[in-house]
């Protein structure tokens, strides 16, 4: 069974960094588009930032300049760099992937377990 193992979430000061990371555990065909998603108490689940299989990488508004969304294809990787970091980025992070475990077969969604993100002084 395939499971999506996040790490690097945690506590920082405001216009600190942290760098968020996600792997897929377990034998994967081919992963399609990655990204994270957010979701702060009392808010909807937003998303952040996405990658294509190819690369090509979208930003939510606010964190545009400050977040990079970044694959490695061999490891089945996706990983966020959030610099300068305000408390309104402070939720829970989701990464998220769509996967064919084997050749032939449809993909389906995956999600991981989420981390706790926490910008505060």
């Known amino acids: 069974q395939v499971h999506l193992v996040e790490s690097g979430g945690g506590l920082v000061q405001p216009g600190g960094s942290l760098r968020l990371s996600c792997a897929a555990s377990?034998?994967?065909?081919?992963?399609?588009?990655m990204r994270w998603y957010r979701q702060a108490p009392g808010k909807q689940r937003e998303l952040v930032a996405g990658?294509?299989?190819?690369?090509?990488?979208v930003y939510e508004d606010s964190v545009k300049g400050r977040f990079t969304i970044s694959r490695d294809n061999a490891k089945n990787a996706v990983y966020l760099q959030m610099n300068h970091l305000k408390p309104e980025d402070t939720a829970v992070y989701y990464c998220?992937?769509?996967?064919?475990?084997?050749?032939?077969?449809?993909?389906?969604?995956?999600w991981g377990q989420g981390t706790q993100v926490t910008v505060s002084s």
């Open positions: 990658i294509s299989s190819g690369g090509t990488s």
């Open positions: 377990g034998s994967v065909f081919k992963v399609n588009a």
């Open positions: 998220y992937a769509n996967m064919l475990l084997q050749y032939g077969t449809r993909s389906t969604d995956y």
